[in-house]
């Protein structure tokens, strides 16, 4: 299968895995704990030959919460995890910064204009930015992708498409064919709904 979309950006708390509390963040590997579907949603990616890139903001490292060694045990507990599941990843991107601080923390677009830069592959008018937060469809929006929010529940976003899970956006990512994002234009954001 040629997917329509060749790199997918994903965020990763509360895409990939469970997202700590409000106001709280994945301090530890043991809190590192995958999503339900997670792993197959990725293992799906790669096997359609999609480009999978983390982009991640970890303000806690700014904060003082989680060192630098911290968050690499955790990144590496995700990619076992995922590794499990028969997934991987093919670049992590990683803003530490505090708010304001850099051209790198989501909203902003830097993660995915540096992932660009150095994967000549990447076409980032062929990718989608996937997240459950309106800063990484604002990021991925910035940079020319289509964009995916992950919410539970019905939402106002400037998202292309709003989904339930990371399996649901999988499917739109493999067979999107252009049709335009569901709802009804309301000013310069869209009431969107899941799809059925």
Request: charged letters at 20%.
């Amino acid at each position: 299968m040629t997917a329509p979309y060749r790199t997918a950006f994903l965020d990763r708390d509360g895409t990939l895995n469970v997202k700590a509390p409000e106001g709280e963040y994945v301090t530890t590997a043991e809190g590192m704990r995958l999503l339900p579907g997670a792993a197959s949603a990725v293992r799906r990616l790669n096997s359609a030959g999609v480009f999978v890139v983390l982009v991640t903001n970890q303000r806690g490292i700014a904060r003082g919460l989680l060192s630098g060694d911290a968050h690499a045990q955790i990144m590496r507990r995700l990619t076992e995890r995922l590794a499990a599941g028969g997934a991987h990843l093919d670049a992590v991107y990683v803003c530490p910064h505090e708010e304001g601080c850099c051209g790198c923390r989501k909203p902003a677009s830097g993660l995915l204009f540096r992932a660009a830069r150095e994967h000549p592959g990447i076409e980032l008018a062929r990718a989608v930015t996937v997240g459950d937060a309106e800063s990484d469809v604002l990021a991925g929006s910035g940079a020319g992708t289509m964009t995916i929010r992950i919410s539970g529940q019905p939402v106002i976003s400037r998202a292309d498409h709003v989904v339930p899970d990371l399996d649901a956006a999988v499917s739109i990512i493999l067979h999107h064919t252009g049709a335009p994002a569901l709802g009804t234009p309301r000013t310069s954001e869209r009431r969107l709904t899941h799809l059925p």
